[in-house]
């Protein structure tokens, strides 16, 4: 019942349409290249340098159709992808990529009914990418510190008709969430290995914890807090994808790509008091052992000079 309502609200992101309908979201595309994301409202016009475009003309036709400006230009009408709603989105600042998006979805497992967090919510790119997976039945409760961003980000979702599966907060990590039991935690913030007790109370048991930092030595701060917070299961990856020219008598690379998103993070949490060590990968558990070693071979070097350098003093003492 409650699923139902929920889907009510939400009528063209929960199901697949054949026709424009009124009210959901399209695709304009140009043969250039170009991607316009609209709203279809009834009465309304949306213009472009190829020309305009009355929504009364599109409602209703199939998607698929080709049409054309008042000055003759066409544009391909289509389903917009998720991709189309997350690169689309009013940016205030950066955003996760579809790619990274995608995978994280992949790596927390998450499916509809599922209740996720993230912390911040920037401009609700990545949110959207939560939301589309665990709606109709599961909840994003998504975190930002920042009032601007908040907004945008609330504007963002309610247009492309999510935020009926989002509840936000405009709040710090630091504090806490509000919310225990949660099936995964996502962190999207500068130093995320400063609030592991944070993701640690909002996790159930079992939850996945995942993380996107751009940089190497984020990531090494990161690892270590993990190890030390008994987390376990990590993970370092990094996506690249690479776009070809779609010539097939021809077919290559696009000639530039992009070259670094950020990379990503992700852990199981460790709920009995074991051995923190005990869940280290084998090549951090060698990496440890060597370091042990070498530091005992070491002290006895040190002791040995030592005990040679007492000798060589008392030899050349001069007799009594
Ligand atoms: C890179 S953006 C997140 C982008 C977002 N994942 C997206 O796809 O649109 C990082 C956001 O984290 C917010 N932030 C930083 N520290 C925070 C904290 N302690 N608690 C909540 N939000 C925080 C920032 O204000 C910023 O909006």
Do not use: C
């Not at 199939?62 to 940016?91: A, C, F, W």
């Not at 996760?96 to 995608?102: F, G, L, V």
């Not at 079992?206 to 940089?215: D, K, M």
Request: net charge neutral; glycine share 8%; aromatic share 8%.
């Amino acid at each position: 019942m409650a699923a139902n309502s929920r889907q009510e609200k939400i009528p063209w992101v929960s199901t697949h349409h054949t026709t424009a309908l009124a009210g959901s979201l399209v695709i304009l595309a140009t043969a250039g290249g170009k991607r316009y994301l609209i709203a279809l409202r009834p009465g309304q016009t949306f213009h472009t340098n190829l020309g305009h475009f009355r929504h009364d003309d599109l409602i209703g036709l199939p998607l698929g159709t080709t049409v054309y400006s008042q000055l003759g230009h066409p544009v391909l009408l289509m389903e917009p992808s998720l991709s189309d709603l997350i690169n689309r989105i009013k940016r205030n600042t950066q955003i996760i990529y579809p790619k990274d998006a995608a995978y994280l979805v992949h790596r927390m497992s998450l499916r509809n009914g599922d209740q996720v967090i993230e912390a911040g919510t920037g401009s609700g790119g990545l949110t959207i990418a939560l939301a589309w997976a665990v709606a109709p039945a599961g909840r994003v409760y998504t975190y930002e510190v920042r009032a601007d961003n908040y907004q945008v980000a609330h504007a963002n979702l309610e247009r492309v008709g999510l935020l009926d599966n989002v509840s936000m907060y405009q709040q710090s990590v630091e504090e806490g969430f509000r919310q225990q039991g949660a099936d995964a935690v996502f962190l999207d913030v500068r130093e995320p290995g400063q609030y592991l007790p944070q993701v640690r109370a909002a996790l159930r048991p079992g939850g996945f914890f995942a993380a996107l930092i751009p940089t190497v030595n984020q990531v090494i701060d990161l690892l270590t807090a993990l190890e030390a917070s008994s987390f376990a299961d990590i993970a370092v990856e990094e996506l690249l994808l690479r776009q070809y020219k779609v010539v097939p008598e021809r077919l290559r690379p696009d000639d530039s790509m992009v070259g670094h998103t950020g990379f990503l993070v992700s852990a199981r949490p460790v709920i009995d008091a074991t051995d923190p060590g005990r869940w280290l990968s084998e090549e951090r558990k060698r990496f440890k052992t060597r370091k042990a070693f070498e530091a005992i071979v070491e002290a006895e070097e040190e002791k040995r000079r030592a005990e040679q350098g007492d000798e060589a003093v008392r030899r050349r003492m001069p007799l009594p």
